[in-house]
Every structure is written in C-alpha cells, then in structure tokens.
C-alpha cells in the first residue's frame, strides 16, 4: 500500500470552530487532492496541490482552505466549521497527474456538532 | 469532464460473472475510461483503466466498444470479498491537474 496517512482518524468538533486535517505521504508524489464523501454523493473533490506551494479548488471548496509547504504534507483548513461540513475526508496522492492512478488514504470522519 | 452513469447497486452470487456498464455519452478524444473500487470505511483502489477495446488486467477486464460511449467492467468468478462500490470515471490525460470526477457508483452486492 502507498505511504499515506491521515491524522486525526476521527474527530467531533462545535459549529464555528477551526479544523486542521492532515495528510502526509512518503512516496514523494507530486500530486495530492482532499476529497469528502457523503451518501448520495460519492466522492467529491475540495483541493488539489500540483507541487509545493501550488495548489487550486475543486467542486466543492466554499468553506476549506489548503496547504502545502512541503512535497509531504497537505493540510485542509475548515475555517469556520458547520454542521454541513460534517462528512469522511479522504486524501489521495498521484505521481503524474491527469487520470494517472490516485492512492487514498484511510479517511477521516469528521462530526460538527 | 465527461459525466458518467452507472447502475445504482447490482446483486450476483459467488462464482459468477459480473458485468458493470457505465454510460459516457460525451467523452472526448483525449478522455481515459478508469474504475476505482471502494470497500466500507476505506478509501477507493484503482481497479483498471483504458482507452479503447479491451484491457485486461488480473483482477479484472475492462470492455470499451469503438465509439467509447460506454464501457463495461468485468469481474470473473466473484467471491464475497467483491462486495464494494465500484466507480467508473472519465478524465482527460492531458489534463496536468488529476482532477477526478466520482459519481455515485455501483454497489456490487455479493452473495453466497
């Protein structure tokens, strides 16, 4: 399995609270991407980093900042959570990009209460 | 990104073929055709990928006809540890992002 873990694994948090998830790798990919999944939705994608320091927004960024300021770790920032936030956020890293095959990471289960 | 549409769920028994087909009427010449599939509480796991006719790989073949407006996955002979969402997904190669568009999936319910 990729090197990719994710911290914490599980967290409960109060509406209008910071969160910081954090996702790191030990296989050097370029590529790293935050999804959250929700019943009735699959997965859908908040951010993405191309390299360090580059990164830009996917379908469903409105309340999540990103991150990364080293090739091995992406942080995601929900800067004022709420309870819509509250879903399984999974990392995933890619070497080359385009539809290049993406590993994930275990998860995390996130409760805004 | 092309949108794709798969069955919800599909039920099958252990021992038997399975066969996904996922609708992509507006793919563009440069998309690839990929499937992840995902167990509960994990994240998903590349299952195949291919551009046109036929890919084979060992855990299963992947089928697209010439006008790659669908593609049907293929899983030979499967056993209860198949139970999962299958996702298929069209994406652009030339794309430098990796952006990945994920529908709803397919729930492959294996049974004994």
């Known amino acids: 399995d990729a090197g990719i873990t994710q911290s914490p694994r599980h967290k409960v948090t109060e509406t209008g609270t910071p969160v910081t998830l954090r996702c790191h790798q030990t296989e050097n990919h370029r590529y790293m991407y935050w999804y959250r999944q929700d019943p009735g939705h699959g997965l859908r994608l908040i951010h993405y980093s191309y390299g360090v320091k580059d990164t830009d927004k996917g379908e469903v960024s409105d309340g999540y900042s990103v991150s990364r300021s080293k090739t091995e770790d992406f942080l995601l920032t929900l800067e004022s959570a709420t309870s819509s936030q509250t879903s399984v956020y999974f990392c995933a890293i890619s070497e080359a990009g385009g539809v290049s095959e993406q590993y994930f990471g275990p998860g995390t289960r996130l409760t805004v209460t | 990104l092309a949108k794709t549409t798969q069955p919800i769920s599909m039920d099958s028994y252990e021992g038997q073929e399975v066969n996904i087909t996922c609708s992509h009427n507006?793919?563009?010449?440069?998309?690839?055709i990929t499937w992840y599939q995902q167990f509960p509480s994990q994240g998903p796991r590349f299952i195949i990928q291919?551009?046109?006719t036929k890919v084979t790989n060992e855990v299963a073949s992947l089928f697209i006809p010439a006008d790659r407006k669908s593609s049907t996955l293929s899983l030979p002979r499967v056993s209860l540890s198949d139970t999962a969402v299958y996702y298929c997904l069209v994406g652009d190669d030339s794309s430098n992002t990796g952006k990945l568009i994920f529908g709803q999936g397919t729930t492959l319910q294996v049974k004994p």
């Open positions: 291919g551009y046109k």
């Open positions: 507006n793919i563009a010449t440069n998309d690839y």
